[in-house]
């Protein structure tokens, strides 16, 4: 299969954190980096003009471009060190080398230290991170050391040599920093829960944290001791800007495989996340078509075979967003929450993320398919018995009644169709009176649609909850239509749909096209019947101007009005060009009037 032209491959980027590759004709990687926004980092390759010679060469070798989002530019920083050295893209420099990133270690002791560190040990000792920033892990470790008295000794704490009395309390105890449990002057039950307090800081539960600091900075600063409360508001600022530990990596998590799927009627959409020695090392969606309406399960299955075999996985456990029956050398997990659940979320991201990618471009390169699934999805969303190709929704205007209008707008495929939209004044109701307006304005609209022998839509959408659906179901009882044309209401608060006769309304996912594409109409209808009410009331204002002049009517005012255009340049106008329009003797008493 041909890829995609690159000027395609970069209308269809998402505006989202992540990181980027870049591939040759030869499916070859050239280079691996990471972008805020993934759209604006991509395209500047292409819309530069580059000083380097070899940033030029490498432009010119890419033909595919392929992406993972990720959740913040954090995690997009940490996946391109992980895909760097596995890869090592030729030219790819920065990250090349084995270069590591800090942790924050709990040793595997009695009565733990804490520490930074770059290497991970497997000793049983907890690991957390890693941060971007050692500022972070710095200000962190100063945060709990503040807080929490904890030995920093690399003494063998053990209970018999403590009670042995072998250790002796040193300076950092006399300091504040220590309660000695060397000396038995701490308990290991106390220094176990204040290591199981910190656990949660270092989580990024910083609320004690914070209010700690906070009042410390109070202190402070009652005490006049300024240098030192800006110092204490400095830890809270970076503290408040520091984001929670990455999903990216986590040394708990090796050797393992991550699949998740997202579907349409159509297609199903898998995304295999690979997992070694705790970092992202793969990623790869897969775009299976449906050929028998088949479940998700199935679909699963059937790509979690073939992705495993294509990339010769060996991975020992598998993570998946519900259980499968699957003959496999691996042991299947379903995580609920925690780190495993966040790369199982990170991972149904990246679906979701390629399925509109490829949406765009089937957009660009195939528009008639992608205007089928469109219909397809809107047909099963909104429970109808054919698919929506004919769409038309209603909207009433009014200021307490007065100058009423309505507006119906069309829309053919998903798509207005402008100059089949319609503007209504009402005329049988009087006040503000939205059900009645609404009934009248379905039934000129379709009494008029069965006389023309013109054709009838496929669903009806009413601006309105289930008083202005009901008035509109009425129009459509007289007219024998109902069971003929599908109708539903959109409320605007929490936007839900409304069915004939059901009191319990449909809520669609704030993401789906189908609710995209009504609010679309709602939205249209809306300004088309919004605009129409402006010009009648200003046109109203106008006339009831020159209307006010005695001797002036309607008919007087209309001529007045094309020929000089606005009631300013009448006010403007010499009584003679005024009398070559209406008649000297009405030309005095206009001139009069505004004189």
């Known amino acids: 299969m041909q890829p995609l032209s690159i000027d395609i491959q970069l209308s269809t980027l998402p505006n989202s954190p992540g990181v980027y590759q870049f591939y040759d004709k030869d499916d070859k990687i050239l280079y691996v980096g990471k972008a805020k926004n993934l759209k604006k980092r991509v395209s500047s390759y292409f819309t530069k003009t580059h000083d380097s010679g070899k940033t030029r060469v490498l432009v010119k070798k890419i033909v595919t471009i392929k992406h993972i989002v990720v959740a913040t530019e954090n995690d997009a920083l940490l996946l391109e060190n992980s895909l760097i050295k596995k890869n090592r893209p030729r030219y790819n420099v920065l990250l090349?080398?084995?270069?590591?990133?800090?942790?924050?270690c709990i040793k595997n002791e009695r009565f733990p230290r804490i520490f930074p560190t770059r290497r991970l040990i497997k000793d049983g000792s907890e690991y957390f991170g890693p941060y971007t920033s050692m500022k972070t892990v710095r200000t962190l470790l100063e945060l709990i050391k503040s807080v929490y008295p904890l030995r920093t000794c690399n003494y063998d704490l053990s209970k018999d040599k403590i009670e042995s009395g072998k250790y002796k309390k040193c300076l950092e105890?006399?300091?504040?920093?220590?309660k000695a449990p060397c000396e038995d002057l701490q308990s290991f039950a106390e220094y176990d829960r204040q290591i199981n307090d910190i656990r949660q800081i270092?989580?990024?539960?910083?609320k004690s944290s914070l209010a700690y600091f906070k009042q410390q900075m109070k202190n402070y600063a009652a005490e006049m001791e300024f240098e030192k409360a800006q110092q204490i508001k400095e830890k809270i600022d970076v503290l408040e800007n520091y984001q929670a530990k990455s999903t990216i990596v986590n040394p708990r998590i090796s050797n393992v495989d991550v699949f998740t799927i997202f579907s349409?009627?159509?297609?199903?959409y898998v995304n295999y996340l690979q997992i070694t020695n705790g970092s992202i090392t793969r990623s790869h969606t897969m775009e299976i078509k449906k050929k028998l309406d088949e479940t998700d399960e199935e679909l699963l299955v059937l790509a979690i075979t073939e992705i495993r075999q294509r990339f010769n996985s060996t991975s020992s456990q598998i993570y998946?967003?519900?259980?499968?029956?699957?003959?496999?050398y691996a042991k299947i997990t379903v995580p609920k929450l925690g780190d495993k659940k966040r790369l199982l979320d990170l991972s149904l991201h990246n679906a979701k993320s390629f399925r509109q990618e490829q949406f765009k471009q089937m957009k660009i390169v195939d528009p008639d398919r992608h205007t089928k699934r469109l219909m397809a999805q809107m047909k099963a969303d909104l429970r109808l018995s054919e698919e929506p190709r004919h769409i038309e929704c209603f909207d009433n205007s009014n200021i307490q009644g007065t100058n009423p209008v309505a507006a119906c707008v069309v829309f053919k495929d998903?798509?207005?169709?402008k100059k089949e939209y319609r503007h209504y004044n009402i005329k049988t109701v009087d006040g503000p009176d939205d059900f009645a307006s609404m009934e009248e304005v379905v039934f000129r609209r379709y009494k008029?649609?069965?006389?023309?022998?013109?054709?009838?839509?496929?669903?009806?959408v009413i601006d309105g909850g289930k008083g202005q659906l009901s008035s509109a179901l009425k129009s459509l009882d007289i007219l024998g239509l109902r069971g003929t044309i599908a109708i539903i209401g959109i409320a605007k608060r929490l936007e839900e749909i409304y069915f004939p006769e059901d009191p319990i309304p449909l809520y669609l996912d704030k993401k789906?096209?189908?609710l995209k594409i009504i609010q679309q109409l709602r939205n249209e209808a809306h300004r088309f019947g919004i605009t129409f009410h402006r010009q009648k009331r200003s046109n109203a204002a106008i006339n009831s101007e020159l209307e006010g002049i005695d001797g002036i009517g309607g008919k007087t005012a209309e001529q007045l009005l094309k020929k000089f255009k606005s009631v300013k340049r009448i006010k403007e106008a010499s009584i003679d060009s005024l009398a070559a329009t209406i008649g000297m003797a009405k030309a005095k008493k206009v001139f009069e009037n505004f004189h």
């Open 448 to 460: 008029r649609l069965l006389n023309e022998d013109e054709p009838l839509p496929q669903l009806i």
């Open 202 to 206: 270092i989580k990024g539960n910083f």
């Open 512 to 514: 789906s096209e189908s």
């Open 414 to 417: 998903g798509k207005p169709s």
């Open 320 to 328: 998946l967003p519900f259980p499968l029956d699957l003959e496999l």
């Open 96 to 104: 090349r080398d084995d270069k590591t990133y800090p942790w924050i």
């Open 173 to 178: 105890f006399h300091l504040g920093n220590c």
């Open 264 to 268: 349409d009627e159509t297609h199903g």
